[in-house]
């Protein structure tokens, strides 16, 4: 049972400006907010705080925690190749990096996260498990969506199962939505905060009996939906080729979209994607580092919300966003589009850019009747920032402050479905200290590190990306 | 008499990866490299820490430290408005300002900053003499360029002098040029770290006397020039009505490009506008927040590099970027640019990437040959990183996690013409904590602040910018 907390003089946005209020937490919710309420449970002094509702890291692929400034500036596609030849294929790995991506949620004002997590081969289950279990020590709300395929790495590039001779994927469909249903029967606890989601990787490597078998296991287990969506101009020709049209309007039919289905990156959509992911009420996950990084593009993301389609921020894997903080992905997700559009009227604010982040991020998982908003009787996923930090000084607008400056250990505390899991900046159930030095450990710099796999995909990429035969890297 | 130094074990990038050195700081300057040297003056352990030369804050304007989340969103031409509007008028501002910036760019990498520095009207050589004493307290290598113009605020839009009624510029341009000469001749001290440089605020609220002479001020007293260049549309419109062309080529034919000089933004350019830059050797220096915070557009920086262009990397004012942290602008402006060009062997690799901050930053304020980069004989401007810090863990490529990464708190140790400013974190001649302290107070919040010039100025600027008459904001 989670303990009862009065938070004290926090200061909280409101329609006007802003207001200083106590709230109560009992019973794992909101359970009062007003000017002056008696102290029960455990008092936080939240004089010079600021309270938000906890936000949402939509996309992340916790193994690539690894993977940290270890690849090349390469496109997606080749990227990739890099990214699995260095995965990890060590179980305590996928526990710690599991640990650091929550820690690194967690102190950049993220209280759930989306982790489109890649299986160790033949380690399936051990894999969800040690994730599972760094979530459950840390304390913060995770969704776990195991990446699945039944499709070669060939068969996502344009003409690739023409032109590439790469293994092809050691499983049949049949298996990997048998491995699913495992794993959503061992690990899917909800009322402990785990919740595993279906996770085709995207349409690049997975069959249409694929997607299929994900969406009826969806509504069997009443389980949230998510996928990569169209990241690469290679993919939007990958479309054309396989499907003589759009991926978006093929997922449609496949009945892969609804208002449980969050689409990481969707980048290279037109117009009437655009109508149908507002139709579907489907969200998307706007990773706009990662987006940079890899060269994929601006995502349309002003065209989202004048379209009424829900937008929620994620960071995305550390192989592909080096750094894992959410307030960083909620910065340059607003104001990158300011670039896209010379009416100023449509420009993101920070207040738009908070509520994205927290209500648009759980509507996203669909959780938001539930949690996402400073409400009372919500489910109590909070965070009181401090607003003396010097890199929130001086004081001008707070929640401005916040979204547009660069907080640097800004977060003082964070509740969880009523948990306080920091207080006073430190993770309450893992050392920070301790995990820090495990990281230590080896600390041998990699250089420019040579994989092999991209060797076999480099040439064919370029041709069919009309990017001149002899590179002169 | 600066102290001497010997800082054992660094890393430091070499051609092919890493390796590790000692480096020995003597007389302000580097005094030796090698693996292992003789301890000599104060030892510096270096273990697991990364030595680079110091990066150039390439453009700022110190004052704004006040205005951080503050302005709404607004292109550039009315967000000026509002920022004319609530610029301090308080000279201890002004120093705490200088104080705030140079902390800022310290603890981010940075041990040289431009300050193009809007002074208080009527207080013009004091504001410059506060922004002296911060920096001189601080020890941080400062070019002042106090902001000159001649021309009205209306001058600076299209139409403007047609159109907008309002006040016209109080000093004449002799006026202008003779405070300057004074600035000059009172502040200017080299040996001290002190430069002042000359820095009309851009073409659009300055006249050609007005360039002439600044021209004529810095030739005769060896200056460099700084001024903003065709930031935003607006201002492209502004110099076609204005000159029947281009500014880049009217600045050109009034002398003021050569190789003291650096521009700001360098947004709205052509091809032969780009090829000017290339001949007189002019640097730009690449504002990567604050461009896409006024939604001013992606500057051609890749255009740049392969025209053999200068680049450096600034933050430009805390208005415009709420954080002044000139590691978030070394990413941001390199990853930026990876989604204007397929060609990613185009994409600015990290180490590219401190090479455009340390000897692109000095080279633009013509100090190249002098500072910059790790040779032996060069003026010590050094920051040591510490890599056990959690935000560059796990260890892959050092180079890589800090450019790409989201360091916090993890420069160690700086060194600004040999003398140590930063050691263990912590500033050694200014009171951190206090300057906090000092910011405290009043904490009020600013919600919506409402000034007045931006009604004088909004529906002049939507009907030559073509955007619809009636806004929905």
């Not at 207080?423 to 995990?435: K, L």
């Amino acid at each position: 049972m989670p303990a009862t907390y009065t938070i004290c003089g926090a200061l909280i946005p409101i329609a006007e400006g802003y207001t200083t209020v106590d709230v109560q937490i009992e019973a794992e919710r909101i359970g009062a907010i007003a000017a002056s309420l008696p102290v029960v449970g455990t008092l936080v002094d939240a004089t010079n705080k600021l309270l938000l509702p906890g936000f949402v890291n939509g996309h992340t692929h916790s193994p690539q925690f690894w993977q940290r400034g270890l690849i090349r500036q390469l496109p997606l596609e080749l990227w990739l190749a890099d990214v699995f030849d260095s995965s990890t294929r060590d179980l305590e790995k996928i526990y710690l990096g599991a640990l650091g991506t929550a820690i690194n949620t967690l102190l950049s004002g993220g209280t759930c996260l989306m982790d489109h997590l890649l299986p160790i081969p033949n380690y399936e289950l051990e894999t969800i498990a040690a994730a599972v279990r760094a979530y459950k020590e840390v304390g913060i709300r995770a969704f776990i969506a195991p990446m699945l395929q039944d499709q070669s790495f060939a068969a996502g590039l344009p003409e690739g199962m023409k032109s590439l001779a790469l293994k092809p994927f050691p499983l049949s469909t049949g298996e990997v939505l048998a491995q699913m249903e495992a794993i959503i029967t061992q690990f899917h606890e909800p009322e402990a905060g785990i919740y595993i989601a279906v996770g085709p990787t995207g349409f690049q490597r997975c069959s249409d009996e694929l997607f299929a078998g994900c969406v009826e296991l969806s509504d069997r287990y009443n389980l949230c939906r998510h996928t990569h969506l169209l990241e690469t101009k290679a993919q939007y020709k990958l479309a054309r080729e396989r499907y003589g049209g759009s991926a978006v309007h093929h997922l449609y039919q496949l009945g892969f979209l609804d208002d449980r289905t969050s689409l990481a990156h969707a980048i290279w959509l037109d117009e009437p994607d655009i109508a149908i992911l507002a139709e579907t009420q489907s969200t998307v996950v706007h990773n706009p580092l990662s987006n940079l990084r890899l060269g994929s593009g601006i995502a349309p993301i002003l065209k989202y919300r004048q379209a009424g389609v829900n937008v929620a921020f994620g960071c995305d894997g550390a192989a592909s966003n080096d750094a894992q903080d959410l307030l960083e992905s909620i910065k340059l997700g607003s104001i990158l589009h300011n670039v896209t559009d010379f009416e100023y009227k449509h420009w993101i604010t920070p207040r738009a850019a908070i509520a994205m982040a927290s209500t648009g991020g759980f509507k996203g998982v669909n959780l938001a009747d539930q949690v996402g908003s400073l409400t009372v009787g919500q489910v109590a996923d909070l965070v009181l920032y401090d607003l003396t930090n010097l890199s929130l000084l001086p004081r001008t607008d707070p929640v401005q402050l916040l979204v547009l400056g660069r907080p640097a250990q800004a977060v003082d505390s964070v509740w969880v479905q009523g948990r306080r899991v920091v207080a006073d900046g430190v993770m309450q159930s893992v050392d920070g200290d301790r995990f820090r030095q495990t990281l230590l450990h080896p600390a041998q710099e990699h250089s420019s590190p040579q994989f092999p796999m991209i060797h076999q995909v480099e040439a064919h990429y370029r041709t069919v990306m009309d990017l001149p035969e002899c590179g002169f890297r």
